[in-house]
Every structure is written in structure tokens, then in C-alpha cells.
């Protein structure tokens, strides 16, 4: 009977001691959740800019996609057009400029978790300008006149951006940026590149957090 109790004894000892070390255990476990620091995205950008072009009003539209790395760096690819009111002299009327380039779209992110952001987007890649033998106007209205010449060009397009993070699901960026483009010769000669500035805003859909718990 002595030692029944003795082994009872024993027992509850080496449970209650197993017990104490599970806890200690539990309480200076640190349970690692990587997921909870991806917070990668991907989205569709459509931006709007006015601007000139050798002093004339010039207006943009364009689109991009884009890979958004852990709210830090966005690589994709951007295209945008062109029309410049450039009202050059040909041989029978008045001629606007238009056309677009695209290429890379790099841009880094400061401050990207917080609501607002400050990025430096930049594209490098190539277009084209041309126009036609009437002011895009009147095509347009009239649905007469042609193409007649065009160039291609190399362009870089360095900017400075602020963003808001509407959502999860939203941003609005606004921002300038500054064209640079190769040398080309137009008939009528009227502009020779593309350089200025542009000033837009534009709004960004997508997922900017995917893969995040919460």
C-alpha cells in the first residue's frame, strides 16, 4: 500500500512538473507569421497630363501595369498619347501634332505604408510623332485629312508623384514629370522633339496588399 501511494506520488509529480514546462514553453514560444510582412500587389494605373511641347498646349492620357514590391518599388510597363497644339504651317493648312510612346515603368516608393506616399517614377522606351494635313479638329469633325509624315523617338520621362491610399483597392497619385526625348524632323519642320513638362493626376486599381493576413 506504502508504495502504491509512493508511485501515485511519483506520478502526479512528474505530471504536474511536465505541465510547468509546457507553460514555460508556450509563454517563450515566438511563432513566426511571414505572411503578415508580404504585402506585394499588382494594379491597372489610368493617368490624365497637360503640358507643352515647344510652348504649345499639349495634352495626355495613358495606362499602366504594374508589380507593386512590398509597398517599396513598382516595375511594369506604361503607354502614353499625345496632342499638341502646335497650329505649324504646311503646304495646304494648319497641322497639329500627335502620337505616343511607351516603354519600362520603374518607380520607387517612399513611405508607402502610410496613407500618403512620395514616389519617383521614370519610363524609358520609344514613340512616335506625326500629323497630319489638318488640325486634328477638323478630322475629328469632319472625318478628312491624313497622316502625313512621322518619326520615331527614344524618350526618358523622370517624375516626382504623391499618392493617397484610398483603399485597398484604390490609389489617386498626382504629380510632374519631364520629357526627354531624341532628336526627329518633321514636314512641316515644327518641333524637333518632344521635351517639356507635364503636370497629372491619374488613379491606380488594383490589389496593393495582396498576400497580408489582414
Known amino acids: 500500500m506504502k508504495q502504491l501511494k509512493f508511485l501515485l506520488t511519483l506520478s502526479f509529480m512528474a505530471i504536474l512538473s511536465s505541465q510547468l514546462k509546457a507553460q514555460d514553453s508556450a509563454d517563450n514560444y515566438i511563432e513566426f507569421n511571414d505572411r503578415q510582412n508580404v504585402v506585394n500587389g499588382v494594379y491597372l494605373g489610368l493617368n490624365f497630363g497637360y503640358g507643352e511641347m515647344d510652348g504649345k498646349s499639349t495634352y495626355f492620357g495613358g495606362a499602366k501595369i504594374a508589380y507593386v514590391a512590398n509597398r517599396q518599388f513598382e516595375v511594369g510597363f506604361s503607354g502614353i498619347g499625345f496632342y499638341s497644339e502646335q497650329n505649324s504651317k504646311g503646304l495646304l493648312s494648319s497641322n497639329d501634332i500627335f502620337g505616343g ?17 512620395l514616389s519617383i517614377p521614370m ?14 479638329d477638323e478630322i475629328i469633325d ?8 512621322w518619326k520615331p523617338f527614344f524618350v526618358f520621362e523622370p517624375g516626382i508623384s504623391v499618392q493617397y491610399n484610398i483603399s485597398r483597392y484604390f490609389q489617386f497619385e498626382m504629380g510632374v514629370k519631364y520629357r526627354l526625348s531624341s532628336e526627329f524632323e518633321l514636314y512641316p519642320e515644327s518641333i524637333t522633339n518632344i521635351n517639356g513638362f507635364t503636370g497629372g493626376i491619374g488613379i491606380k486599381m488594383g490589389i496593393f496588399n495582396m498576400g497580408k493576413n489582414s
Open 101 to 117: 510612346y511607351g516603354g519600362l515603368h520603374l518607380e520607387p516608393i517612399f513611405f508607402g505604408p502610410s496613407k500618403w506616399s
Open 123 to 136: 519610363l524609358v522606351g520609344g514613340g512616335a510623332a506625326a500629323y497630319a494635313n489638318k488640325d486634328l
Open 142 to 149: 469632319n472625318g478628312y485629312g491624313k497622316i502625313e509624315d
